[in-house]
C-alpha cells in the first residue's frame, strides 16, 4: 500500500539542507510516486544539494517496440508525491 499523497519541504540538517517527505529524509534514488493529472507515475528522485536547484524526478516512458524513453523533469513546488 502507497503512502498517503504530500509535498517535499526542504529542512536544514546537521548535514546540510535535505528535502523530506512525509517527515521523512529523500535520498537520492530513491523511488517515489509522482501524481500527474491521469494518475501516479513511479520514478526517481534526484537532488544535487543545491537549495537553488529543484529535485528532479526522473521516470521512463515505454514505446511501442519496446523501446523505452528516458524522461527527467524538475519537480514543481507543491507538487504531489508518495512513497510506493
Given at each position: ?26 535520498h ?26 529543484p ?30
Amino acid at each position: 500500500m502507497s503512502s498517503s499523497p504530500d509535498t517535499l519541504e526542504l529542512r536544514a540538517r546537521a548535514s546540510g539542507p535535505r528535502f523530506c517527505l512525509a517527515g521523512r529524509p529523500v535520498h537520492g534514488g530513491d523511488t517515489l510516486q509522482l501524481c500527474f493529472s491521469g494518475g501516479w507515475v513511479t520514478g526517481r528522485y534526484e537532488w544535487d544539494g543545491d537549495p537553488s536547484t529543484p529535485p528532479r524526478f526522473h521516470c521512463s516512458i515505454e514505446l511501442e517496440g519496446g523501446r523505452v524513453e528516458e524522461c527527467s523533469l524538475p519537480l514543481p513546488e507543491g507538487a504531489l508525491l508518495r512513497r510506493p
